[in-house]
C-alpha cells in the first residue's frame, strides 16, 4: 500500500476474498495488508480508486506496458485477451498441447486472477486501437481466489455502461470462462472473438 495516496475507502477490504486487508476507515488510517494471508488475485489493486495498491510482478505499469506493446502495430487486426493464470491461461495451454487450432491474431495478457483486471487496462487497449477485447477466468464457484471472479463481473457491468455512453459498442468487450482443462472451449472463445473483431470497422476503431 503506498500509505500517502490511500484515502481510507476501505474498498479494497471488502473485495479481498481472504479478509487479508484492514483499514480503519473512520480514524482515516492507510490500508494494511496481511501479507501471510494474502494469496495474491491482485483485486484490491484493481478496484482501489487511488491506485494506492501496489501487486508485485503485476503492477499497473507492467500491464499497461503491455498493452501499449502488443498493439503498437497493426492494433485493428488483434484480440486483446487477458487471460487468468489457473484457468482461461492454462485452457490456452491446453488446447496447445491438444493442437486445437484457433486464430493466431490473439494477444495474451497473463494475470493471476481475472478481478486483477484494472479498468483502465481496457480503456486504455481501446484507446490504442483494439477492435475487440476479452477478459477470460474461471467459472463461477471454481475461482482460484474464492468468489474474486464477481468483483471481475461487476466491474465488466460498469464498463459496458460506460462503453456505451463513450459511443463504443459494449459488445466489442468480451467476458467469458473457461477452466484449465477446457481446451476445446478456449477454442470456441477465440473463434467467437475473431468472428466479432471481423464485425468492427476501422471507423468504429478510429472514432
Partial sequence: ??????KSCGKCAEVCPYNAITV?????????????ACAGCGTCAAE???DAIVMNHFTDQQIMGQVEALLEKEPDIKILAFACNWCSYAGA???????LSYPTNVRLIRTMCSG????KFIWKAFEAGAPVVLISGCHFGDCHYIDANRSTTRRMD???DGLEKAGIRPDRLLLEWCSAAEGARWQTIMYEAEKKRQSVSKEEIEK
Avoid: Y
Avoid at 500500500?1 to 490511500?6: A, W
Avoid at 473512520?26 to 494494511?32: F, I, L, S
Avoid at 495451454?93 to 493442437?99: E, H, K, L, T, V
Fill in 116 to 119: 486483477r483486471v484494472d479498468e
Fill in 93 to 99: 495451454d491446453s488446447a496447445g498441447i491438444a493442437r
Fill in 48 to 50: 482501489c480508486p487511488f
Fill in 24 to 36: 480503519e476507515v473512520k480514524k482515516k488510517m492507510p490500508a494494511v495488508v496481511n501479507s501471510a
Fill in 1 to 6: 500500500v503506498i500509505e500517502e495516496r490511500c
Fill in 158 to 160: 460498469g464498463l459496458w
